[in-house]
């Protein structure tokens, strides 16, 4: 069965940390995606990935930012965690060219920055 | 840009009682979109998708959405609601461009009562 992994299905931290979000899949898809979800705000585009060492921003991309070395492994990144960024984070992936594939989304991260 | 508008943040039926979850988007481009479903801490998974063949979609569980270019509409509906169909429901579209990605409506909250 296709899989997109999150690394922690809960994660805590304080104000100023550094905080790494990982997602693998096994799917060997060319197209990766960070979105957050907030209550009422639905999913907000935070960066994606269409290629190894390739990366586009979202709509939200302050205070993140994001890696990609492999294929199969696209990272988020808050260099110095707020408040403001507690959410639950959502990975997804998938294939082609186009966007009109179907994505595979992780179970996602609630992150809590304290 | 392409956007999505999703009409009620909450919506409630009895059980048996028709579904009806509105979506309207716009888009400078023939848009691609999709409804997918987020079922209590679990992550998202595609209900249905619309890429132009017809207008009529069909999708899991009985739901069908049905695209209307005039009114620039894709409403997803349901005859007859069940208790397991409670969830969250989001709407988003993509231009279908290589390096772009999709864009989520905020999302509706559907409550079904026996």
């Known amino acids: 069965d296709v899989k997109v992994t999150q690394s922690s299905r809960y994660l805590v931290k304080r104000t100023g940390e550094k905080v790494f979000l990982e997602c693998v899949q096994d799917m060997d898809h060319e197209n990766m995606f960070w979105y957050r979800q907030d209550p009422g705000l639905g999913l907000r585009l935070i960066y994606f990935s269409y290629d190894v060492k390739m990366k586009e921003k979202g709509d939200i991309p302050e205070g993140y930012s994001v890696s990609r070395e492999k294929k199969e492994r696209f990272s988020l990144i808050l260099e110095s965690a707020s408040t403001n960024q507690t959410s639950m984070y959502l990975c997804?992936?998938?294939?082609?060219?186009?966007?009109?594939?179907?994505?595979?989304f992780g179970s996602g991260t609630q992150l809590s920055v304290l | 840009a392409q956007s999505v508008t999703q009409l009620g943040s909450h919506v409630s039926v009895s059980e048996g009682a028709l579904v009806l979850l509105r979506c309207n988007y716009s888009s400078s481009v023939p848009p691609y979109l999709f409804w997918y479903v987020q079922y209590p801490n679990q992550g998202l998974q595609l209900l249905l998708k619309y890429t132009s063949a017809a207008t009529l979609v069909k999708g899991i569980n009985g739901f069908e959405a049905e695209f209307k270019k005039s009114e620039t509409s894709f409403h997803l509906t349901k005859p007859s609601a069940h208790m397991s169909d409670a969830a969250e429901y989001f709407c988003?579209?993509?231009?279908?461009?290589?390096?772009?990605?999709?864009?989520f409506g905020k999302g509706t909250t559907l409550s079904v009562s026996s």
């Open positions: 997804a992936s998938s294939t082609g060219q186009s966007t009109n594939e179907k994505l595979f």
């Open positions: 988003a579209v993509s231009e279908g461009q290589a390096g772009t990605a999709l864009i």
